[in-house]
T-cell receptor, first 113, second 112 residues
Framework: EAGVTQSPTHLIKTRGQQATLRCSPISGHTSVYWYQQALGLGLQFLLW???????NRGNFPPRFSGRQFPNYSSELNVNALELEDSALYLC????????????FGSGTRLTVV | KQEVTQIPAALSVPEGENLVLNCSFTDSAIYNLQWFRQDPGKGLTSLLL?????REQTSGRLNASLDKSSGRSTLYIAASQPGDSATYLCAVKGGSQGNLIFGKGTKLSVKP
C-alpha cells in the first residue's frame, strides 16, 4: 500500500511569491490534514479537509489556503510568502472512522529567501 | 481547548536502559491517542495508536498506556538502542476539533 506522498520535497521561494504544496493521501482515506513545523517549534495545525470541504482551520492568516480534489488529494497554497513561513510542511491522511489514526507523509521543506 | 504536554523535553540514556516518556492532556474527551517518532528533518512515523476504550497497546519493545480519566499516557521503551534516538511525539484526537493536537515532543538520545 502506497503511503502519503508529498511534493515537492524541497521548495525555495522568494519573499512575496506564492508556494503550492501537494499531498496524495493513502487510498481510501478521505481526510487530509496540513501541519506546519517551523525550526525549533512544535507541530502547528493548519487545515483539515474531508470530502472536499474545509472542516477546521488553525490559527493562521488567510494567505494560507488550500483545497481538496475529488480524488481526495490536496493542495496547500501560501500567498505573499514571508521569511517566517520557512518550515517543514507535513500532510497526513485518515479514513472516516473517528477512531482511525493519522498517517503522515515525508513533508515539504519550504525555504523563503 | 485541548493542550498536550510532554515531559521531559529531552532525555539522554545509555544503551540498554528501559525508559518512560510521559504525556498529559487537559480534555479527557478524546477518541484516541497516538505516539509518533520523528527523525531530524523527516516526517512522522506512527508507533502506537490507543483508542479511548483501551488501556494499553504493545509493539515489539514499545508499550503505551492510556489513563483517560487522569489525562495521561506513557510510552515505555525497553532495552533502548542507539537507533531509538529521535523525537517522540504524543498526539490526541478529540471530538470538538477533530484534528490531532500534538505535544512538543521528547528528544531522546541513546548513547552507545
Amino acid at each position: 500500500e502506497a503511503g502519503v506522498t508529498q511534493s515537492p520535497t524541497h521548495l525555495i521561494k522568494t519573499r512575496g511569491q506564492q508556494a503550492t504544496l501537494r499531498c496524495s493521501p493513502i487510498s481510501g482515506h478521505t481526510s487530509v490534514y496540513w501541519y506546519q513545523q517551523a525550526l525549533g517549534l512544535g507541530l502547528q495545525f493548519l487545515l483539515w479537509y474531508d470530502e472536499g470541504e474545509e472542516r477546521n482551520r488553525g490559527n493562521f492568516p488567510p494567505r494560507f489556503s488550500g483545497r481538496q480534489f475529488p480524488n481526495y488529494s490536496s493542495e496547500l497554497n501560501v500567498n505573499a510568502l514571508e521569511l517566517e513561513d520557512s518550515a517543514l510542511y507535513l500532510c497526513a491522511s485518515s479514513d472516516r472512522d473517528r477512531g482511525s489514526g493519522y498517517t503522515f507523509g515525508s513533508g515539504t521543506r519550504l525555504t523563503v529567501v | 481547548k485541548q493542550e498536550v504536554t510532554q515531559i521531559p523535553a529531552a532525555l539522554s540514556v545509555p544503551e540498554g536502559e528501559n525508559l518512560v516518556l510521559n504525556c498529559s492532556f487537559t480534555d479527557s474527551a478524546i477518541y484516541n491517542l497516538q505516539w509518533f517518532r520523528q527523525d531530524p528533518g523527516k516526517g512522522l512515523t506512527s508507533l502506537l495508536l490507543i483508542q479511548s476504550s483501551q488501556r494499553e497497546q504493545t509493539s515489539g519493545r514499545l508499550n503505551a498506556s492510556l489513563d483517560k480519566s487522569s489525562g495521561r499516557s506513557t510510552l515505555y521503551i525497553a532495552a533502548s538502542q542507539p537507533g531509538d534516538s529521535a523525537t517522540y511525539l504524543c498526539a490526541v484526537k478529540g471530538g470538538s476539533q477533530g484534528n490531532l493536537i500534538f505535544g512538543k515532543g521528547t528528544k531522546l538520545s541513546v548513547k552507545p
